[in-house]
Structure formats: structure tokens, C-alpha cells
């Protein structure tokens, strides 16, 4: 694996005013401008609607069809149904399978399309296909959680999508191991995500031998995978010394595990000890290894942790972490227990407003907001979505270093960043680019309906579809002086705010704080 | 070269990121912050623009600044270790990497150099763990501000073109903290869609953001004030003569270049470079190798920016680079090095003392090794502290790096 750039950019500490909570977004005092008065308002971001904080952080975005869902059949039958994604029909996501058929290809697929001369050795294709995919199923899958997961997990234990000499694994990586556990059991994920040629690759551990073993599986694993950075030395040297032996087979591009260039010899590694007296025991040591780092109080803590940076807040609070821990353990480290008691915390209830959309985020939540839907045929516009996101910085599942993308809105809080996602708007709303996807007869009927009497209301109608929110009296203003209007200005059918304007109203609500609150 | 020999520093591994795993808990600036905003009256910046180069994944500075004197290193490496015919330079204890050939004629003119056996004051084999460090600078200190934002305090920076993190999306958190500054992807790139006679999409977006605290309101302030002054930059051209590589470091190195230029006030920008974790397959010194490949992309960006900006503008420009750590002095199984702690550092301009190695050399025998990585015998941030000091009038180096004092070396000259 290789370690870029972008690595220094994991928590940034921004220091902003004195205002150090990120929730603090929720309910500020605003200053009028040019008001001598300076009288305060409150500026709500997000409203009290206890629906839509589910919808925005179970799911990519609020949809019309998903909010109607979720106002008939409640928030506890809501997420039943998303945490048993199997019983969720879901046409759009066999669709996107059937339209990117290399999309999570097994190793043997590939390499039978090479032999058949319809693909070429070491081409990337099947690893953007799968890209290509993961973005699609985020936009328009009806199991809007199981996605969300799958991006957590893919995130948690990153293989880098798409990179070199992981052209014919990491495919079938995305099925096999993060969707076949996304809501499965944390140690059967981490098992056979040891075992897998893209994860032996993409961290050496397939180079690693007895004489000499390369410590970068061992480490991440620890650091990044299971305890955290509460390890020693000793303990990776220990793990990479167990860790000999899983290798993959030069001739199939498979798993074996290859006794002849394992390490003997007891190991300890953070309460875990083994005889490791011969070379037949590396794989079942490994295995008993991963089943321990998996059911480790750290790593329920470390889950546990990052689940609440997700879904709750980037300074998640301590009393839902320590629950969550004791779900996690309590449960042999399944996940679906976990997210249930998260969702239904008080703890979640209460983190209304403390999450920004990261940019991967904002794309997806955008083209759900605007109703586009995928290209009449082909794929051209789904593929330039995922270039979208990579030209944001946020490619799903091509961060370049083993930790994956932080989550927090810190990291991601740059003026050339949110001038992309900025442009991005714009250009989706007004169908400048990409101009393959599916698009509402009418924009304006589809997000406004029959035409509002005034301005204001303009603003409001479309600021209620897109967050279910109105903006604050100045922002408001702010609105239509876009127009050089005022709220009280009657609307007509004639003007360009409802005709080729309509679309740049689109954009400045979606470029503003309002639709950044996840 | 002026690198004796001598031994220091403590090995013992320390953790001060205990919860690193909450990833990004928003700590505020508190009060026992040092202060870095220095009180004097801001009169235009005469100062070099400091550049730093952020190696990312950990640099093998053995490799690229090669103790070819060393018995022990060709011992500890008997398959990637550059043979000493390859070397270039005349240094008869340290040769440069065949791939650095063409930064030769600048090392030859003594505005290339390096310090050996530099690093953290700590062993920190995390890449993480260590990048935070190193970009914090304050052990043993409750700052968390990035210390090139407290160069910029204490160089008395006012707007976010005075410090600028090139080449990313995303925030440099080595500039992170209480001074303006700004993340720029690339100059190009920076112009707002929409906005027009009619349509003032940036007054619009400035008055939605009007009240909005926090990062949120932070960051798009930022943004919708450095739209305008970007303009100026985006007229600044490279030299026509100067081809640069056309990697994400060439990029980056090539807008760093522009905004000199065009004065739009920068004192310090910061750039990455990556793909340095090579713990497979470093290579032996030659094309399609890892080392060989990434040293020869590094070394063509290099080049061509001290080409663009020409030997008169060099004289106020100087870069160097840092590493969250060295690597292993002993390959392993796989023809690559694990994570290790000393390091190189390179150096570029028109005022440094180049053309040698700086430092002290501790050796690479077992005994002078710790846990079997090159020992740092010079803390990094002292020898930044010494260009900041000498280069840039950066009166207070302890306001920026506590407790550390600037070397005495020679790396650059007085101005």
C-alpha cells in the first residue's frame, strides 16, 4: 500500500472564533446586518423534526418518496425495515448491478474475461465499475442504511479502490467481505478480511516471510482495524511474526496460507498469547488472533466510537459510546443490535444538527434532493457522478491510506472544497453536467409545484422540499435579492426566477448552510 | 560537509494520543495557548516565503542522502542499499541517489542540501500518530494549533493569502488553527460558476453564510473573500522554459510558483508529496523501482520550480521537507523497510548552505541504533526554527516551537 498526501488531513483542529462545538450550528444568535440595533435572531439550520434527523443520518438524503415513507409508517417501523434490507425491493439496485457487471467481479470472472480477450491484465475497469456502483447504490438503492454501512465499513477497513496490484481482488473484496457483513458480525468481517488477497496485498502481508516479516499488516490491523493505538512495538512485531503464512497464490491470485514461510515460535500480542509451535499453526493462530482483536473491550470501545462519529456527532458522548461498547460485546460483535440501540438513543435524538455532509455526501443528497434519476441507457452520467466525487476529494472507497476518510467536519472544511461542491450544485440543478442522467420533466414542477404568489414563497416551497426547513428572515432576503426582489414580490409566470433562472435558486440553497447539515 | 559525530536523545516511545480513535474532536483554542499574534505593525512581509514539503508515508532519507562511509549500511542491506558507484556528488561520506541527478547542479551551487539523522524528538512508529505529532511540533504542550499557523501568527499574517496549503481538497493541519489561511486546490480552479452581472452568486452566498458560526460559516467566509484576490494570481505564468512534471506535486509546486509572482502576499505555503511507504519492494537504484520512480518524480518538481522562479527570486524562497518518520535501517523480507525514525531533510533555496549534509551522524551500528531505526540526533523543529529565525524574521521561535531552540548549523544565510 502506499500512504499519500492526503493522510495529513485526518482531524483537523480547526479553530474557529471560540466556537468549538460543531453542534453549535443548531441555534446561534444572528447579527442583522447594517442594523445599529444588532437585534438577535435565532438561526435554526435544521428544524425539530424528529423524521427527518433519521432520514438525514440513516440514509444519503431526504427523497419526497422517502420522507411520505417514513411520516406513514413511523421511525420504529422505518428502521426495522432498513435494518432487514433483504426485505426492501429494491429495482433500482438491481439495475445499477445489471448496468456495472464487473461491479464486485470475483478474481476468476476476471481473469476468464482476460482470458477471452474482453478484458485486459491489470485493468482497472472492474475496481471503477465497482466505484461507479457504490456511488449509484448510495444515490438510488432502496436499502439506504445497508448503504450507508457498506461505506462505513468499506472506510473502516479500506483496501483503496482503485489502486495497483488490487485490480483482480479488490471487486470481489467489496462483496465478499463488506457487503457479505455489512450488517453481519464484526469478526467474521475482520476474518475474512485477513484471508483476502486485496487486503494481503494491499498491505503486504503477502510479501511478509519468517525470516524478515513486514510489520504493515500487523500494525494497521492493531491501529487501524481492531484496538487502536494503544499497542507496543512489541506487539506488532509479535502479530507480524503469527501473520506469516497468509499469503496469496501467485498462479490463481487466491488465498492459501503457505506453512513453509511461516514464523514459529510463541507470540503475546495485547493479552493474546500462542504456542505457534509449528508451521501448521499460523492460520488457525491467526484466526484465533483476529477473534480475539475482534471481541477486545478497545476495539467494542473503538467501533463503538466511530459508529457515533457517523451517525451522532463528531464529539459523540460518552455515556452512548460506553452503551454501544456493551451492545457490541454483548452481541459477539454484530452490528445490527449496535445500530438499533444507537438510533433509538436519546443521545441520537438530541444530536440534531451536529453533523456536516461531508462532499461525497453532499453530491449523493444532491441528486436525491433534485429527483435526477439515472441515464435512459448507458452509464455515462453515473460514471461522471463518481468523478464528481473525486474531483471533490472523496471518490467512495479511493481514500489512499489505510485509515479511510475522516468523518468529521473538520477535515473537510475547505474553501476550495466547498467551492467544488458549490459548482457541483449549480451545475447539477441546471443539468449543465453531467447531461446523461435523467432528469424531471419539469424542475420546477417537481420541487415547487403550482406556482408560489411571491418571491418569498418561492424560497420557502423549495427550502421546505429540499430540508424541510425555512431560512431565517435575512437569509431569506438574501434569497430573492438574488433576484434583486423582495420576499413580498409577487411571483409571475413570466419571470426567469421560474423559467432558466430557476435552477441558480436551486443551487444557492443548496450551496447554503442549511442543506450542509447532515 | 560539516555532519560529527555524536549521540543524544531520549528512545522512550511516547503516547499523547490516547483517544485518537474519537478522529477529530474539535478542541478549542484555550487558554494556555501560547499566543503567536505578535503586536507589531504589519508593514509588507520582506521575509523568505517558506515552503514546506510534506513527505507523506515515511521517507527513507538513507536512501536518497546515502551514508555510502557506512559499512553498517551496506551490512543492513544487502539488496537496496545504492551502490556507491551510482552516487553522485563529490562528498566522499554522503552521495546523493542517482534519481536526484537533476537537483545535482543545484547542489553543486550549494542551493540544495540536507540534514542527516534529523527527526521528533520521540520515536513514533504510527504514521498517524506521527503525522499529528509532527504537525503539531509541541510535545509535552496542550497546543493544537498546526505550527506553520503559528508561523503565520507570529510572522503577522492578516489575510488567507498570506498562508496557503496547495494541491488539496483538504485542510493542512499543519496550518490549522486561529491565523487566516487557505486551502487551495489549485489556482484554476478557484472561480465561482454563476456568478455575473445580474447573478451575485458571491454576495448571495456571503449574505446565506451571514451569522452562521462555526466551521461552516468559518470556511465559507474564507472562501467567498479569497474569490476576488485570486484573480491576480491566476495571470501569473510559469517561465516559459520551465516544463513541470505534470504530477500532483508538479501542479502544486507550479501554483506555489504563481502566487510568488504575483505578490498576493504569501509567506508560507505548504505542498505534499506522496506514496513514500515503501515497505515492499523499495528497490534497487533504477527506473520502474519504487524509490528510484517516486525520487525522480520528487527531484523533477523540485527542479523545475527552482528553474521557474529563477536564481533572484530563489534568494527569497526557501523549502524543506519533513517526514512523520524514517524508515527501518535494515530491509526486511520483502525488499522493503518497515517504519523506522531519523531521517533526512532536504533543502532548497537560494539562501541555504546546500551542496552539503548538516548535522551530527550517529551511526549505524547496533549500538547506536534505536530499536533498530537511525537515531535522530537533531530535533526538526530546531532546524526550522533556525530558517525561521534567519530567513523569514521570525523574532519569537518559541512562540512557534516551545521549548526548542533553533540550531546553530549554518543551513541558511543571514539575511
Known amino acids: ?518 | 560537509m560539516t555532519m560529527t559525530d555524536a549521540s543524544c536523545c531520549t528512545t522512550s516511545r511516547r503516547r499523547f494520543l490516547g483517544t485518537a480513535a474519537a478522529a477529530g474532536a474539535l478542541i478549542g483554542f484555550g487558554a494556555d495557548q501560547i499566543s503567536t499574534q505578535l503586536a507589531y505593525a504589519a508593514g509588507p512581509y520582506s521575509g523568505d516565503v517558506f515552503v514546506l514539503l510534506s513527505l507523506r508515508g515515511g521517507f527513507d532519507g538513507l536512501s536518497a542522502i546515502v551514508p555510502a562511509f557506512d559499512a553498517d549500511y551496506y551490512a543492513a542491506r544487502p539488496t537496496i542499499a545504492v551502490p556507491r558507484s551510482q552516487l553522485l556528488g563529490d562528498d566522499p561520506r554522503f552521495g546523493l541517489h542517482p534519481a536526484l541527478k537533476p537537483l545535482l547542479p543545484l547542489w553543486n551551487a550549494g542551493t540544495f542540501g540536507a540534514i542527516h539523522a534529523a527527526g521528533q524528538p520521540t520515536p513514533n512508529r504510527s504514521h498517524f500518530a506521527a503525522m499529528e505529532e509532527l504537525e503539531r511540533a509541541a510535545p509535552g504542550t496542550s497546543v493544537r494549533t498546526g505550527w506553520l499557523n503559528r508561523v503565520l501568527g507570529g510572522l503577522g499574517a492578516t489575510t488567507p493569502m498570506n498562508g496557503m496549503a496547495v494541491g488539496s481538497f483538504m485542510p493542512a493541519r499543519v496550518m490549522a488553527g486561529p491565523s487566516p489561511e487557505l486551502d487551495l486546490s489549485s489556482i484554476d480552479g478557484f472561480t465561482l460558476a454563476g456568478e455575473a452581472k445580474y447573478q451575485p452568486m458571491t454576495a448571495t452566498m456571503t449574505g446565506l453564510y451571514a451569522g452562521v458560526p462555526g466551521i461552516m460559516g468559518d470556511t465559507a467566509t474564507r472562501l467567498t473573500s479569497a474569490l476576488g484576490t485570486m484573480k491576480t494570481a491566476t495571470a501569473a505564468q510559469p517561465a516559459s522554459s520551465t516544463q513541470y512534471p505534470t504530477t500532483p506535486l508538479g501542479k502544486a509546486l507550479r501554483d506555489v510558483a504563481r502566487l510568488v509572482k504575483s505578490d498576493v502576499g504569501l509567506m508560507s505555503a505548504c505542498v505534499d508529496s506522496g506514496d513514500w511507504d515503501m515497505h515492499e519492494n523499495l528497490g534497487t537504484a533504477a527506473p520502474g523501482k519504487k524509490m528510484y520512480d517516486n525520487l525522480t518524480q520528487l527531484a523533477a518538481a523540485l527542479a523545475a520550480f527552482a528553474a521557474d522562479l529563477g536564481p533572484d527570486t530563489m534568494k527569497r524562497v526557501t523549502l524543506v521537507t519533513v517526514s512523520e518518520f524514517g524508515r527501518r535501517v535494515a530491509e526486511n523480507g520483502s525488499a522493503g523497510l518497515d517504519h523506522g525514525y531519523g531521517n533526512a531533510m532536504l533543502m532548497l533555496g537560494g539562501s541555504i548552505n546546500g551542496g552539503q549534509v548538516h548535522g551530527t551522524w550517529p551511526g549505524l551500528g547496533d549500538r547506536s541504533l534505536v530499536d533498530g531505526d537511525l537515531k535522530v540526533t537533531t530535533d526538526y523543529r530546531a532546524v526550522i526554527a533556525e530558517i525561521l529565525q534567519k530567513r523569514c524574521g521570525l523574532t519569537n521561535v518559541g512562540s512557534v516551537f516551545p521549548n526548542v531552540t533553533p540550531t546553530t548549523l549554518g543551513v541558511v544565510k543571514a539575511r
Request: hydrophobic share 40%.
Open chain 1, 1 to 518: 500500500m502506499t500512504l499519500s498526501p492526503a493522510t495529513s488531513r485526518i482531524t483537523r483542529r480547526r479553530v474557529v472564533g471560540g466556537t468549538a462545538a460543531v453542534g453549535a450550528a443548531l441555534v446561534v444568535p444572528a447579527v442583522v446586518s447594517s442594523s445599529a440595533a444588532s437585534a438577535a435572531a435565532a438561526i435554526e439550520l435544521v428544524p425539530a423534526d424528529a423524521d427527518l434527523h433519521l432520514l438525514r443520518r440513516a440514509t444519503y438524503g431526504l427523497t419526497a418518496a422517502s420522507v411520505a415513507e417514513i411520516r406513514r409508517i413511523g421511525r420504529s417501523a422505518w428502521l426495522d425495515r432498513q435494518l432487514d434490507p433483504a426485505s426492501i425491493r429494491d429495482d433500482r439496485g438491481a439495475d445499477i448491478a445489471t448496468r456495472f457487471p464487473l461491479a464486485g467481479a470475483s478474481n476468476d470472472t476476471l481473469k476468464a474475461r482476460v482470458k477471452a480477450g474482453t478484458l485486459k491484465q491489470y485493468a482497472w475497469d472492474a475496481m471503477y465499475q465497482t466505484g461507479y456502483a457504490a456511488m449509484s447504490r448510495a444515490i438510488w438503492s432502496e436499502r439506504q442504511l445497508f448503504e450507508v454501512m457498506v461505506d462505513f465499513w468499506s472506510n473502516h477497513l479500506n483496501v483503496t479502490c482503485p489502486s495497483s496490484d488490487v485490480w483482480d481482488s479488490r471487486p470481489d473484496y467489496d462483496r465478499t467481505v463488506i457487503r457479505a457483513y455489512a450488517f453481519g458480525r464484526f469478526a467474521d468481517m475482520l476474518k475474512a478480511s485477513a484471508k483476502h488477497p486485496a487486503m494481503l496485498t494491499y498491505l503486504d502481508n503477502r510479501f511478509s516471510t519468517k525470516t524478515a516479516p513486514n510489520e504493515n499488516y500487523g500494525r494497521e490491523l492493531l491501529e487501524l482495524h481492531t484496538v487502536g493505538l494503544v499497542y507496543s512495538e512489541s506487539d506488532v512485531k509479535n502479530a507480524a511474526r503469527l501473520l506469516t503464512g497468509l499469503t496469496v497464490d501467485w498462479n490463481t491470485g487466491n488465498y492459501k496460507y503457505a506453512a513453509t514461510t511461516h514464523a514459529t515460535g510463541p507470540v503475546s500480542i495485547m493479552g493474546f498469547s500462542h504456542p505457534n509451535a509449528t508451521t501448521a499453526d499460523g492460520e488457525p493462530g491467526s484466526l484465533q488472533l483476529l477473534d480475539y482483536l475482534a471481541l477486545h473491550p478497545a476495539t467494542a470501545r473503538r467501533i463503538a466510537t466511530k459508529l457515533c462519529v457517523r451517525f451522532v456527532s463528531d464529539t459523540p458522548p460518552d455515556t452512548l459510546v460506553t452503551r454501544l461498547a456493551k451492545v457490541y460485546l454483548d452481541n459477539g460483535s454484530a452490528i445490527v443490535p449496535v445500530l438499533r440501540a444507537l438510533f433509538t438513543s436519546t443521545e441520537f435524538a438530541a444530536s440534531r444538527g451536529q453533523k456536516a455532509r461531508t462532499p461525497y455526501e453532499d453530491l449523493v443528497a444532491s441528486v436525491r434532493a433534485l429527483a435526477l434519476t439515472p441515464d435512459a441507457s448507458g452509464t455515462k452520467g453515473m460514471e461522471a457522478l463518481y468523478y464528481y466525487a473525486s474531483n471533490a476529494g472523496q471518490g467512495p472507497m479511493a481514500w489512499a491510506t489505510p485509515d479511510g476518510y475522516p468523518d468529521v467536519e473538520s477535515a473537510w472544511s475547505s474553501p476550495s472544497g466547498l467551492l467544488t461542491r458549490w459548482n457541483a450544485h449549480l451545475n447539477l440543478a441546471a443539468g449543465y453536467w453531467p447531461t446523461e442522467l435523467t432528469r424531471p420533466a419539469s424542475l420546477f414542477t417537481e420541487l415547487i409545484g403550482p406556482l408560489p404568489a411571491t418571491y418569498g414563497a418561492l424560497v420557502d416551497t423549495l427550502a421546505q422540499r429540499l430540508f424541510g426547513q425555512n431560512l431565517s428572515t435575512a437569509h431569506r432576503a438574501t434569497a430573492t435579492a438574488y433576484f434583486s426582489k423582495t420576499p413580498a414580490d409577487p411571483l409571475k409566470s413570466t419571470d426567469s426566477a421560474v423559467g432558466w433562472a430557476f435552477p441558480y435558486l436551486v443551487a444557492c440553497l443548496l450551496n447554503s448552510p442549511y442543506f450542509g447539515i447532515r
